[in-house]
Every structure is written in C-alpha cells, then in structure tokens.
Nanobody
C-alpha cells in the first residue's frame, strides 16, 4: 500500500529555517513526480515545489528560498526552507503524481495520486 509520511515541521521565528522530509513506502518514488504543497488557514492548497528525475520547479513565492530534493535510494523527499516568513505558515503536504517517465506534467492537485497527512509549519515572532 502506497504511503507518504511527512516530518520536520514546527515553529520558527521569521528568517529561520526548517527542513521537511517525506518518507515514501509501498512503491518506488523514482517512478513518480514528487511535490510539496501547502495550505494556509482559509486558503486553498497550492503546489510550491515539484521534482522529477530531471528538474525541479518552484512557485514564485518560494523561489530562491526553498529547495526541493529527493533521495531515490531512500525513497525520501525533502524540502529545505530558508528565510521563512509569517506568510509561509501552513500545513505542508507531500504528494506523488504518477506519469509516464515520472515527469511533472500537472500542477492540478486533482491529478495527484497520493498524499501525506501533512506537517504544520508556523512562522511567528
């Protein structure tokens, strides 16, 4: 059974850093596009960073501050978050998209196949 489990969330002051991890089990995540999404209170879920076996991409609000990476041998996805700001406060989810070649072909959350339960990130002084 496919499963994604996030960890690494917490509370941090503005300007601080966190690294999120997502452990995948039940399948080989090298066959999937992997992504990080977040949902702030009262807002929709947005995709913020995606990675396949060739490239990564980011939404503008996190570009230059967040870095997505993956360790296929460990079936683990990471998100390094630097210079965190209060507007980054949200529940963060990892997700997997099954596609031919494992390419990131969609940022429509309805197309994504597997989701973790999320880890909370709170940025405040």
């Amino acid at each position: 059974q496919e499963r994604l489990v996030e960890s690494g969330g917490g509370s941090v002051q503005p300007g601080g850093s966190l690294t999120l991890s997502c452990a995948a089990s039940g399948y080989s995540d090298s066959e999937y596009c992997m992504g990080w999404w977040r949902q702030a209170p009262g807002k929709g879920r947005e995709g913020i960073a995606f990675i396949d076996n060739q490239r990564s991409s980011y939404t503008d609000s996190v570009k230059g501050r967040f870095t997505i990476s993956r360790d296929n041998a460990r079936n683990t996805l990471y998100l390094r978050m630097n210079y965190l700001q209060p507007e980054d406060t949200a529940m963060y989810y990892c997700a997997a998209l099954r596609s031919d070649g494992g390419y990131c072909i969609s940022n429509n959350k309805g197309d994504w196949n597997y989701w973790g339960r999320g880890t909370q990130v709170t940025v405040s002084s």
